[in-house]
């Protein structure tokens, strides 16, 4: 008998099984790879799509068209709903329990403030950098210029107040708060020269 041209058939088995492509290839028969069922979801998803706008319109190259510019659509607006929802979620839940007195947004301003000069005294900066952003959105409500919302987004705080001031105190904010660097004295101080151009003492 002439031996096997392909090799030990031993060998060929093992390289098939450690090939990636034998894992996403159907192991049953009739099973189909999780490539063929995305594959199949999308295409029943799109013949949902356009095939009641080709009976409508009649035109398939119209249809093809319309139908991308549908799905191009939807799915711009599920990533704006998503990134929305992601940037709430971290504002509010980012950093947990490594700023406990940013949680008094009952106090006034003044009472905000006072704290946030006292941990930037002691060289607690990202507290001071949280109070001094608390105090800014208190004092901005106390005048009557905005209504103080806790669930805002900084972003959704400069639409409200819409002030060059405020866009670069927000950003210093973010950055103090939740970027890599972290805060500084310098960071600090800078917020606390802005914060006074945003409030108008009392």
Do not use: C
């Not at 002439?2 to 492509?21: F, I, K, N, T, Y």
């Not at 939807?74 to 950093?95: N, Q």
């Amino acid at each position: 008998m002439s031996p096997w041209p392909h090799g030990d058939p031993r060998e060929v088995v093992q390289r098939v099984l450690a090939d990636g492509r034998f894992g996403r290839a159907p192991q049953h028969p009739g099973e189909k790879s999780w490539i063929d069922v995305l594959y199949d979801a999308i295409r029943d998803l799109w013949h949902r799509l356009t095939d009641p706008l080709n009976h409508v319109a009649g035109n398939s190259w119209f249809t093809t068209v319309l139908g991308i510019i549908v799905l191009v659509t939807v799915i711009t607006l599920l990533t704006f709903v998503i990134v929305r929802f992601a940037a709430r979620f971290s504002w509010s839940g980012a950093r947990p329990g490594s700023a406990p007195a940013v949680t008094g947004f009952d106090a006034d301003a003044r009472t905000l403030l006072t704290r946030a000069l006292d941990a930037a005294a002691a060289g607690r900066h990202h507290e001071a950098a949280a109070l001094l952003w608390a105090s800014a959105l208190r004092a901005l409500d106390e005048a009557g210029r905005v209504r103080f919302d806790p669930a805002r987004t900084p972003g959704e705080w400069r639409r409200i107040v819409r002030d060059a001031n405020f866009d670069a105190f927000a950003r210093d904010a973010v950055v103090a708060l939740f970027g890599d660097r972290g805060a500084d004295a310098a960071l600090v101080a800078r917020m606390r020269e802005t914060y006074d151009r945003i409030v108008v003492p009392a």
